[in-house]
């Protein structure tokens, strides 16, 4: 009894012990981060696994730009990511935290842009938007006779007697989200500006210094909280359901989603022009982000293939304008931009 | 009050008002409004169930169709050689397997000489999974590189679409996602017969993918399997002894008392909070690999654990002390009376604990966020260590998804998983009356 009780235990023990050592020399590249980017990584990683027999499938995981910064700032070694995506620039004080966990050579590779529309029920007639009709119907407060006053506008119609006497109800990307950064500096800091509400706003913190302009734009970012927004915390997803249900709402959507939901959505043109891929490259359409993904440069050599990714996503077969990223909605960068991000990477340029 | 005054007086009652005909008229229409409540509780329940179903299946049912096209491939040698003119496993990997798939399309639709525009437009309808198809053909058999062969190839996601009917051929041209000469050669291949709903076996064969066409939960049945498999291996054993010791075994004093609470609490956390402690401790502290399984089954361990131990406490309790006694009474040791008499009785109430407990760990996404097992994993995993996904992972992976093809895919997944949970809950049932002794 005794002797069995020992061998069963140190079965169970070797069978413990064994994956763990096993584990040791990690041979797939794991990637972590943006919701935005991770359609267009799981279209290279596939790509990449088909392309190259000798190396795995690079794991991609979802859950957000901040996110799979932190993950990707935890330091070095097989236990930590080795590419975070992002549909922002990382930001000073995430390099600082990289670098005191002793991730210090990054390579930052902006590999695109994404277009950020604003979409109405594919029933109705095609908006022509400003960003100025955009803050003083979604605004907390907008100037009124020189003074800032709470948004009295009820219907789109208010905003601009070409647009349809619609409630004004939008659905804006929630607070966690990397679209409603663009969407705030984009849209609303814009039509803020054009409407006077800054001037006022900055008027308001009665200084003129980097501060005072920070929290004017701060002010009017500030959207209204009486139902007027919705913020959706979910995904474009839940952002289409909700529009489908209230046939009079507006929506913001990222390009690519809008493009495979033609049937369902019709897109308001910003300022006159159209989003596509051509006017958002050529920079026409305002309201686009680049995204971005960042790579521990002390990891290549280390895993496997991790180069070979790197440089394959870059590549024109890619990421160029007859590449599958295209296809799917990714605006592509200009020739020239790409031939730079391409020395860079065949360098291994750090930040 | 009339009952009060019936317990304390029955007899001076009796005579004064259970002849009372009004009074016995209300109790029986008490009565009969509480069974209509019941009733009524049992009808909503059970509409929504109703409702829950018929949106699941009539939205998933198509997923497990897919729509390929037959076409008679040449698999041209020029395409498959190195430069010195050799077939190679290289050439063979890196072949122009889109450019082949679309001259066969072209060849099948009587084209000629397509321009720019029309090339492309026919690739459209071909999926990007065809690759593979092709490959696998010629794997199986190298001879075949010079010769024509007929090939069932994957038709794209916006074809598929138009067949099941959820992309609108009435939508105008601008704004649908086949165009006008698109959906005519649709209509055409259909006609031949070359373009057929086939059964979807890649549903369950895939990995991950970008494309829904050939996107499958594979990936997501082995890992949960595994998860299972760990789950039953670590929770029950540890479980089942806890509850034991617990009820057969421990003094019963103010520690335990603690423990039990504590027991009984841990069941109510939110799974969330098990995932955080798996990060930090099997993969910060332990080191083991983010986005495995091993990690994955772990946690749901430690997550069902309270329940299996509450679920075989109670079996435990249910067997009659007239058994145990009656071992000890004949000499057995405490011991003896546990794994002789006791558990054998308590064991379809052990498993039905434990399968519920599985059913549980099996249906849950939460906890496994945080340990990188909400993933985009194409390969298969082989051991529990590898990069994995869970079948709930891939439905909430799918739902977020802009292709039409998905959203067919995430109530299909659906329907696969709640398959799942019915046959493990019909074990269930089955395992407790097979086993089960009346007293």
Redesign the interface.
Known sequence: MNKRTVLAAGLVIAAVAA??S??SA?D?I?I?GS?TV??Y???V??QF???Y?KF??P?????GSSAGLKQFCQGLGE?T?DIANASRKIKDKEVKKCGEAGVKDIMEIRFGYDGIVFATD?GGEAWKLEPKDVYLALADKIPADGKLVDNPNKKWSDVNSSLPAWDIVAYIPGEKHGTREVFETKVMETGCKTAGGYDLHLAATGADDKKAKKTASKSCFKVRKDGGTVDID????ETLARLQSNKTGVGVFGL??YE????KL?VATMGGIAPSVETISTGKYPVSRPLFFYVKKAHIGVIPGLKEYVEFFTSTKMIGPDG?LAE?GLVPMPKNELDELQKAVSELKTM | MATQDTISSPAAASSRQLNDPALLRRRYSAERRFQAYGLAAIMVALFFLVVLFTSIISQGWTAFLQSSIRLDVTLDKSEFTDADGNVS?KAI??ANYAKLGRDALQNALGIEKPGRPEKRKLKELLS?GI??QIRDVIEADRSRIGQTVPIWLLASDNVDALLKGS??RD?PEA???LDNRQVAWVDKLVEEGRLEKKFNWGLFTF????QPETAGLGVAIIGSFFMMLIVALVAVPIGVAAAAYLEEFAPKNTLTDIIEVNINNLAAVPSIVFGLLGLAIF??F???????S?VGGLVLSLMTLPTVIIATRAAIRAVPPSIREAALGVGASRMQALFHHVLPLALPGILTGTIIGLVQALGETAPL?MI?L??????YPV???D?ATALPVQIY?W??????GFVERTMGATLVLLLFLFVMNAAAVYLRRRFERKW
């Open positions: 994956p763990l096993a584990a990690r797939q794991q972590a919701s991770l359609p990584a799981n279209i990683a596939e696994g088909k392309a027999d795995k499938t794991v991609v995981e979802s859950g236990k990511i594919a979910g995904d474009y997803t690519s989603f495979n939901n033609t049937d019709k599958p799917y | 496993d990997r890196l990007r690759d593979t992309i609108d939508v704004r649908r996602q990995g991950a993918s970008s993969i910060n332990m080191g083991l690999p983010r986005s495995a091993l966020l990188g909400v993933a985009f994993v194409v390969d051991t529990p260590m990069p992976m739902a977020s998804s802009a292709e039409r």
